[in-house]
């Protein structure tokens, strides 16, 4: 609950008064519904910045996300139904993973009609009025742009392969064989070639993906001006933004060659370097994004730190953002799971940081659909430091410089699935990893299963724990995918009524960086980079300065803070029960997974 007192304490930080009431950061709340009252403040917006630099973004994977007629799929009604939740929370943008009418291939990433919802989720009314309650709510509403590729069921597609000389032909990228073979050794990410040799006609499409979403050719000005008047229809129905779906890989390698060997185990590095891809991304910021408050955050899979400003430098007019995946995979070869250091990791975020610059802005995420869920893969969600640790790795995401994009279930600490055999597993990416590593006697089965249980996609795609209730409340029938049998134990009902709860400590955290600009623009500093142990970092913005703290071990770290600093306040702890520290300190006892940010 955000009482008087609350408000008035985050008033005294941010007018530099040195003593700070910590108790009044964690009253609890009364109930799952709170009052008018407890709903954030508006945030204390830096003059001059966008909207989404303020924002706080949680993705909703709809088939996962709340199921309202019990079919075991999310709907639209079902998302519109949790909105004061989300509200509550502090969430001020939503991202929707796509929504699209879909065959479901790769679950909403293949469309087949981009105008249309996909049944399994509602209809267009349904998806105004969640709409309209978003905006009534004050909050809005950014959805996926999947135009890299489409589904083989859209009606362009369809045209497309009647034959060679149909009108659209061209909209996707088509070639003769080689030696009997596909034109090229292009590999798709899903599995096997890149090509599938369409009978009909005897040439070969190029699909980076599953077979079943042929990419679109973007050298043809008229697929172009289709996607152009796509973003219109939904810009002018009343959505904010878009995040872009693997948008480098839009311009192909002049004349497809082989690519080089080295390359082809990672072959998004060539995929997502085409020469065109800035040319394009300039022509709809011109065509369509410049004539709307719009936000634009691109999959920039492939890129690197170097490249990463020719995106987002806000003179280039391209995007706003992008998602780096260095953090997120950096313990990744593939499929395969690597060890990770923490060192490392603050080498990435400092990297990321400094990729932003002065004409850019970044991203902060610590998983999405793709990734396995956080605290599983950077914090410890063994049953006694789950939630302390959660709450850490959410101090850290929720005090970068960069809009913070929050995972539908993170605010719970929610975790990987036990998964078992390959039977357990719904992804397209693993059945064709499957054939082309294990049917194919590359890898054995147990290795490869190993490895997948910690990587998998999937983990972050099992239906949200909303209750106790079978299934978690996601749904009365059969979920589409199978609940962590956890959710007895992690759910939102007891959560929301637990002011000591993961999601009370999101909360706080979304409360006090909206109330104190330096911790959304302030100049990040990692003060001891090499520290296996301890995440210590500033956040400056004018005469007005930050420590956050957090140790990433189950053991007590005595650290002794570097550069003669001295803590004038504690501003919030994720409650791992630190000693009081007086006005001065130098030095602090960090607990496990202690994480702390202390007004300097």
Same mark, same amino acid.
């Given at each position: ?16 008064? &040195? =003593?700070?009431?910590?108790? =009044?950061?964690s009253?609890?709340?009364?109930? !799952?519904?709170? @009052? ?10 830096? /003059?001059?910045?966008?909207w ?14 709340? +199921? ?6 999310g ?11 989300? $509200? ?17 291939? *790769? ?11 996909? !049944? ?35 009606r362009?597609?369809?045209? !497309? ?17 080689r +030696? ?5 050794? %292009? ?19 190029l ?7 042929p ?19 939904w ?6 933004g ?8 839009? !311009?192909? /390698? *002049?004349?497809?060659p ?5 390359? #082809? ?7 997502a ?24 955050v ?11 400003? &020719?995106?987002?430098?806000a ?7 992008i998602?780096?995946? *260095? ?14 250091? &923490? ?28 990734n ?10 063994? /049953?006694?430091?789950? =939630?302390?640790?959660? $709450? ?24 990987? %699935? ?8 719904d992804?397209?990416e ?18 490869? #299963? ?18 106790? @209730? ?16 956890n ?12 002011a ?35 995440? @210590? ?22 650290? *002794?803070?570097?550069?003669? &600093?001295?803590?004038? =306040?504690?501003?919030l702890?994720?409650? @791992?029960?630190? /000693? ?12 496990p997974?202690?994480?702390?940010? %202390?007004q300097?």
């Open positions: 609950m955000q009482t008087a007192s609350f408000r008035k304490t985050l008033l005294s930080v941010m007018m530099g008064t &040195l =003593a700070i009431c910590q108790t =009044a950061m009253t609890p709340s009364t109930g !799952s519904a709170l @009052a008018k009252e407890d709903t954030p403040q508006t945030p204390a917006a830096r /003059p001059g910045a966008p989404w630099k303020e924002a706080v973004v949680y993705q909703i994977y709809p088939r996962s996300f709340n +199921d309202t007629n019990g079919d075991g799929i709907d639209l009604n079902g998302i519109t139904a949790k909105l004061d939740y989300l $509200k509550t929370l502090g969430v001020d943008t939503i991202w929707l993973s796509p929504h699209f009418d879909s065959p479901n291939a *790769d679950n909403g990433y293949d469309i087949r009609d981009y105008r249309k919802v996909m !049944s399994e989720f509602g209809n267009m009314d349904d998806f105004d009025r969640m709409l309209a309650e978003m905006k009534r709510r004050g909050m809005r509403l950014i959805i996926d742009l999947v135009v890299n590729h489409s589904s083989d069921e859209h362009w597609f369809v045209e !497309s392969r009647q034959s060679k000389d149909n009108p659209y032909r061209d909209y996707y990228i088509w070639r003769d064989g +030696d009997g073979g596909a034109p090229n050794n %292009y590999p798709s990410f899903f599995g096997g070639s890149a090509w599938k040799k369409d009978e009909a006609t005897g040439q070969y499409y699909h980076y993906f599953a077979r079943k979403q990419d679109l050719n973007w050298e043809n000005p008229k697929v172009r001006a289709e996607v152009y008047d796509i973003m219109r229809f810009l002018d129905k009343g959505v904010s878009f995040r872009m779906d693997v948008i480098p890989f839009i !311009s192909k /390698p *002049d004349g497809l082989d690519l080089p060997a080295e390359n #082809l185990a990672h072959p998004e590095f060539v995929y370097n085409g020469p065109r891809v800035h040319q394009y991304l300039q022509e709809m910021n011109r065509e369509v994004l410049s004539r709307y408050d719009a936000m634009t691109g999959e920039a899979f492939g890129i690197s730190f170097e490249q990463a400003p &020719l995106f987002t430098d003179r280039r007019r391209e995007l706003d953002m998602f780096h995946f *260095d953090l997120v995979r950096l313990d990744r070869d593939g499929w395969r799971k690597k060890d990770w250091t &923490l060192p490392e990791l603050k080498a990435a975020y400092a990297q990321i940081d400094r990729t932003g610059g002065s004409h850019g802005w970044n991203t902060s995420f610590l998983t999405n659909h793709d396995p869920r956080s605290v599983s893969h950077f914090g410890d969600d063994s /049953p006694e430091w789950r =939630a302390v640790s959660a $709450k850490a790795l959410a101090t850290m995401m929720l005090t970068q410089r960069a809009t913070p994009f929050l995972y539908q279930g993170d605010e719970l600490g929610m975790t990987n %699935y036990p998964f078992h055999g390959i039977e357990d597993y992804d397209v693993v059945k064709g990893q499957w054939h082309d590593f294990v049917e194919s006697g590359k890898v054995s089965a147990e290795e490869y #299963l190993s490895h997948l249980r910690q990587t998998s996609r999937d983990n972050a795609r099992t239906p949200m724990q909303w209750s106790a @209730a079978p299934n978690a409340g996601f749904t009365t029938g059969t979920p589409w995918l199978a609940v962590n049998p959710y007895a134990q992690i759910n939102a009902t007891a959560q929301v009524d637990d000591g709860s993961v999601y009370h400590h999101h909360r706080r955290l979304m409360e006090v960086r909206s109330q104190i600009p330096a911790l959304i623009h302030g100049e990040f500093r990692d003060l001891d980079p090499a520290n296996p142990k301890v995440f @210590a970092y500033t956040r400056t913005l004018d005469d007005k300065r930050y420590l956050v703290l957090i140790n990433f071990t189950r053991e007590t770290v005595a650290y *002794d803070l570097p550069e003669g &600093l001295k803590i004038a =306040a504690t501003l702890d994720n409650g @791992a029960a630190q /000693p009081p520290l007086q006005p001065g300190a130098a030095s602090v006892s960090l607990q997974w202690q994480a702390t940010i %202390y300097l």
